[in-house]
């Protein structure tokens, strides 16, 4: 089991909103450009790189998201009480 996880996220309003943002990324849009253009979170000016993360420094249903996903894969969309995420994982280790 990882320890920690490495994931970048785009975070949107809506529900709507991040099927769309999937449906760009399955076309082949590049997710670092694709979160610059439309994640509310700060860390879209960083392709919506969060860097490494361990256990409960995310919301629970963000944290259990990434961390059971496979390195790779695009996964979403995930609420929480701040929106919608689309979550890639970047790294485990």
Known sequence: MASQVRASH?????????DQILKRLAGGEEFDKVARRFSSCPSGKKGGDLGWFGKGMMVPEFEKAAFEEEVGKVI??????????????????
């Open 76 to 93: 979403g969309p995930v609420k929480t009480q701040f929106g919608y995420h689309v979550i890639k994982v970047t790294g485990k280790k």
């Open 10 to 18: 785009i975070l949107v309003k809506t529900e709507e909103q991040a």
